[in-house]
T-cell receptor
Framework: GENVEQHPSTLSVQEGDSAVIKCTYS??????FPWYKQELGKGPQLIID?????GEKKDQRIAVTLNKTAKHFSLHITETQPEDSAVYFC???????????FGKGTTLSVSS | GAVVSQHPSRVICKSGTSVKIECRSL??????MFWYRQFPKKSLMLMAT?????????EQGVEKDKFLINHASLTLSTLTVTSAHPEDSSFYIC???????????FGPGTRLLVL
């Protein structure tokens, strides 16, 4: 079955710097890759997603890139702000309508 | 994005009692709902998948008699933790999607503490 690896597990940056979180997946048939942000004590919130027919997607300060050949995708946050501090999860969707497979999460800390 | 609610947000119960958690999709019809469990500083662990009107599919290692899931309508799924014990204390989160869409929207979670 699908397996998703996420790195790094923790990431500390200064306000204004960029942050990059990387994920790899194992099932080449997976075709949908969302990213979620989870703040302490809350449920995950979808922040951006990408489908396998697209190589890059951007939404303001957030962008996601996908390399299908290498089976990896990355989240890029530019001009980080303290409110970006949270746990970020990547996920992959295997074909067949099954549940998302999540990475182990990255704790991002943005210091001012 | 779509809105998913959970109730209650927090619950404290005595060991041996049962607790019901509700998950509602507020502005769409959720043909599929998922229940996750999350331990502190850990990722989401899928417990079961429920499709409206049919029995839930449980992940390996999850006791179906312990965690009863009902998805009686397109907007409501419930998780009942039966005969709860302290080791069942955790953060339970539901998510929902509709039709063949892959996007899942998560609820805010329910913090369960069993004394």
């Amino acid at each position: 079955g699908e397996n998703v690896e996420q790195h790094p597990s923790t990431l500390s940056v200064q306000e204004g710097d960029s942050a990059v979180i990387k994920c790899t997946y194992s099932d080449s048939a997976s075709n949908y890759f969302p990213w979620y942000k989870q703040e302490l004590g809350k449920g995950p919130q979808l922040i951006i997603d990408i489908r396998s027919n697209v190589g890059e997607k951007k939404d303001q300060r957030i962008a996601v890139t996908l390399n299908k050949t290498a089976k990896h995708f990355s989240l890029h946050i530019t001009e980080t702000q303290p409110e970006d501090s949270a746990v970020y999860f990547c996920a992959a969707s295997p074909p067949g309508g099954t549940a998302l497979i999540f990475g182990k999460g990255t704790t991002l800390s943005v210091s001012s | 994005g779509a809105v998913v609610s959970q109730h209650p947000s927090r619950v404290i119960c005595k060991s041996g009692t049962s607790v019901k958690i509700e998950c509602r999709s507020l502005d769409f019809q959720a043909t599929t709902m998922f229940w996750y469990r999350q331990f502190p500083k850990k990722s989401l662990m899928l417990m079961a998948t429920s499709n409206e009107g049919s029995k839930a599919t449980y992940e390996q290692g999850v006791e179906k008699d312990k965690f009863l899931i009902n998805h009686a309508s397109l907007t409501l799924s419930t998780l009942t933790v039966t005969s709860a014990h302290p080791e069942d204390s955790s953060f339970y989160i539901c998510s929902a999607r509709w039709g063949s869409k892959e996007t899942q929207y998560f609820g805010p979670g329910t913090r369960l503490l069993v004394l």
